[in-house]
């Protein structure tokens, strides 16, 4: 049996089953994920003790114990989240040789559910960019098309989880870094209502908009990971005590008497046609199951690239701040206390790192506060009371990812502003704490991966599930892969 | 952005700034603050700024004390330590 050909829900029930060992699966991951990571850059690290992870595994299955929903299955690790003894470095020279004393809720979660975490992935630095040319450890490469981008801050996740180098991976979005990378690699990412999934552990970017959340191949098995990682955590004050659905169980493709929202502000920005194309077929698609369409508004969302470009950079600026070379990370040559902060800051953090302190910092600082952050945040609230108006009238809403599909390395990482406009249709989301998803939904004539973007209301994951399954059901037909296999 | 106002931006940042990324910096940020101006247009009279987007859900626990890391564990990633502190060039 060819290991690598099942899929992720798939895995996890021969190992526990005891018709695979778990050892077999993380071996044939690992070989073929060193492999591919020559030219990809996909990974950071690998997990040296991932195989004694696995032989545990299979211990608890040969001892008759339940091992868990993910038993078996590798899965990777957007390096933003501590790993116990396993370097974590932030895709930046700051945490270069950094070595957690503790992992993060999100990876003790998925180890108890017997899950093999099979290395760290690569990102944009503190996870500030949307192409992942940032990071300090080089940049990721598109498995579909090797001299273009695969999104970012998540872009090693998502290359990792196209290029079958792992089963699923962890990532995390801010303003948009698991959708966009996500739709760029052809696979499903979600992002979960704010405070479903914990952040503790998780190097901070921005406080009120990070969540983390899964990637994966299909949606059922990306619903699996999530329910894996989701609830309460009493060591994350903003995470829900809600209770957790079976997302994956609760799975049904009848749309009859749902409403699809079709935000009117998104189709007003300049569209790719190929991209538009593949949205209004996906729109179709939902017709054809039971849902009916219907035209909202959201008035503040043309304002969502300023509002997040303000909020986003002034918390980094504030998060940021503990990295000052006292108790971790990188500490340069100094005489005093003054010039360990300043050189050492200077030395370790990346440009666009430093470009957004810096925006923070402008934006909190006396004069200013008022005139940018607060009006931001006064904004943000407008934007949240749109959507909320707008779910009045609809069950969730469907539009774009990003204008065009993956462009080219090196094609917008020299105009700032023109990076942070990619940004456009995922930002809201993040601004407003709401569930969103990418889902693939077709090619362009090129072969790039396009996916459609589903966003719903506070704590129903379930509505946009449901219909990105519809969609991945009636698209997929053809099951493309990308050239690295 | 002017590059004297920039620097007063570098030094509350504590991030020390060659004249030449300061330049680059100016233009970059000036661009992007600028964009920003669009937000004058929106009318926010009497809204209450939003920080957590979703409805904070208040909750107590038992006043126990807990096993938190071991100082051991805390120092591991020290650049500089002596003992059980960590250790760093004259503040004053």
Same mark, same amino acid.
């Given at each position: ?10 895995t996890a029930e021969k190992v526990r089953k005891g018709e695979?060992?778990a050892?077999?699966?993380?071996? +044939? ?11 990809? @850059? ?5 997990? &040296?003790? $991932? ?6 595994v299979?211990?608890m299955v040969?001892?008759?114990?339940d091992p868990g929903l993910?038993a078996g ?25 950094? =070595? ?14 017997g +899950? ?12 500030? /960019? ?17 001299? !273009?981008?695969? /999104? ?6 998502? $290359? ?8 699923? $991976? ?7 870094? =698991? !959708? ?21 552990? =998780?190097? %901070? ?31 994350? %004050? ?9 997302? $994956? ?35 179709? =698609? ?14 503040? +969302? ?16 504030? @998060? ?10 990188? !500490? ?5 206390? &003054?010039?360990?902060?300043?050189? %050492? ?47 009045? /009238? ?72 449901? +219909? ?18 | ?44 009279? /009497? ?46």
């Amino acid at each position: 049996m060819d290991l690598l050909k099942l899929s992720l829900s798939e895995t996890a029930e021969k190992v526990r089953k005891g018709e695979i060992k778990a050892v077999d699966v993380t071996k +044939a991951y690992l070989e073929r994920s060193k492999s591919l990571n020559k030219e990809l @850059n996909a990974y950071i690290s690998f997990n &040296e003790k $991932a195989l004694i992870a696995a032989e545990k595994v299979d211990q608890m299955v040969a001892n008759k114990k339940d091992p868990g929903l993910l038993a078996g299955c590798p899965i990777a690790i957007k390096d933003l989240l501590c790993t116990k003894d396993l370097a974590s470095t932030a895709g930046s020279k700051v945490l270069k040789n950094f =070595i957690p004393p503790y992992s993060a809720t999100v990876v003790e979660r998925l180890e108890a559910q017997g +899950a093999v975490i099979l290395g760290k992935t690569n990102l944009d630095e503190f996870a500030m /960019g949307s192409s992942n040319e940032t990071s300090a450890f080089g940049s990721v490469k598109n498995p579909w098309d090797v001299t !273009r981008v695969p /999104g970012g801050s998540s872009g090693g996740s998502a $290359a990792a989880v196209a290029a079958k180098m792992g089963l699923g $991976a962890i990532a995390t979005d801010t303003g948009g870094s =698991i !959708r966009q990378p996500a739709n760029f690699c052809g696979i499903v990412g979600i992002k979960p209502t704010y405070g479903r999934v914990s952040r503790y552990g =998780i190097v %901070s970017y921005a406080s009120s908009l990070d969540q983390a959340g899964p990637m994966g191949v299909t949606v059922e098995d990306t619903a699996l990971i999530l329910e894996s990682i989701s609830g309460h955590d009493p060591r994350d %004050s903003t995470t829900s005590q809600k209770k957790v659905p079976q997302w $994956a169980k609760n799975l049904k493709g009848d749309l009859r008497g749902v409403v699809v929202g079709k935000p009117k502000e998104y189709f007003e920005k300049e569209i790719d046609s190929e991209v538009q194309k593949i949205i209004d077929e996906s729109f179709e =698609i939902l017709k054809s199951q039971g849902a009916t369409i219907k035209d909202v508004t959201l008035p503040t +969302a043309p304002y969502a690239i300023s509002i997040y470009y303000l909020v986003a950079p002034s918390e980094a600026s504030s @998060n940021l701040a503990r990295y000052d070379g006292v108790r971790y990370g990188h !500490r340069a040559e100094s005489k005093n206390i &003054e010039e360990l902060y300043m050189k %050492s800051r200077a030395e370790g953090f990346g440009r666009e790192v430093k470009r957004r302190i810096m925006l923070g910092t402008f934006a909190l600082s006396s004069g200013y506060y008022d005139a940018y952050y607060i009006k931001a945040c006064k904004a943000r609230r407008l934007l949240l009371q749109d959507f909320m108006k707008a779910f009045q /009238g609809c069950d969730f809403m469907l539009s774009p990812v990003t204008t065009t599909a993956a462009f080219k390395i090196g094609g917008r990482i020299k105009d700032p502003l023109a990076m942070y406009l990619n940004d456009v249709f995922t930002t809201p989301t993040n601004l407003a704490g709401l569930p969103g998803m990418s889902v693939p939904a077709g090619f362009t004539k090129e072969g790039l991966p396009v996916g459609v973007q589903l966003t719903a209301p506070h704590f129903e994951e379930q509505r946009i599930l449901n +219909a990105a399954q519809v969609i991945e059901k009636h698209t997929n037909k053809e099951k493309r892969k990308p050239n690295v296999y | 952005m002017k590059k004297e106002e920039l620097r007063h931006i570098a030094t509350l940042a504590r991030l020390e700034m060659e004249d030449e990324e300061l330049e680059l910096f100016s233009e970059q940020l000036s661009q992007i603050i600028q964009y920003f101006g669009e937000l004058k247009k929106l009318d926010t009279e /009497g809204v209450e700024p939003l920080v957590t987007p979703t409805e904070i859900e208040y909750w107590m626990r038992e006043d126990v004390v807990h096993d938190s890391l071991s100082t051991e564990d805390v120092l591991r990633n020290a650049p500089d330590k002596r003992g059980h502190l960590f250790k760093v060039p004259p503040v004053v």
